[in-house]
């Protein structure tokens, strides 16, 4: 099974910037995802990356994150600008596959790190 650890994670005023980091190890990923949660809410699909580097968005933030990949390195981050209180959450990753063009995620799960954004 893939071990996959999260990091960057932290405290930011509104407006900032924060970039996130997973380190997969274990074997070499396929599709990738970082989700969230935020308390009292459900875990929800930030952005995703195929194989391929296809990548798809969150509504809420699409425009100010980007998620990409090293294979090199078997990692992938999110680079989050113009950070909103609403954007407040802890930020896993997760592997996954692309299926007709929706990403769809396994159960595996990192144990995340903390965005909290300041107004």
């Known amino acids: 099974q893939v071990q996959l650890v999260e990091s960057g994670g932290g405290l930011v005023q509104a407006g900032g910037s924060l970039r996130l980091s997973c380190a997969a190890s274990?074997?070499?990923?396929?599709?990738m995802g970082w989700y969230r949660q935020a308390p009292g809410k459900q875990r929800e699909l930030v952005a995703a990356?195929?194989?391929?580097?296809?990548?798809n968005y969150a509504d809420s933030v699409k425009g100010r994150f980007t998620i990409s990949r090293d294979n090199a390195k078997n990692t992938v981050y999110l680079q989050m600008n113009s950070l909103k209180p609403e954007d407040t959450a802890v930020y896993y990753c997760?592997?996954?596959?692309?299926?007709?063009?929706?990403?769809?995620?396994?159960?595996?799960w990192g144990r995340g790190t903390q965005v909290t954004v300041s107004s």
């Open positions: 990356i195929s194989s391929g580097d296809s990548t």
């Open positions: 997760n592997t996954g596959v692309y299926w007709s063009g929706s990403y769809v995620p396994f159960d595996n």
């Open positions: 274990g074997r070499s990923i396929n599709a």
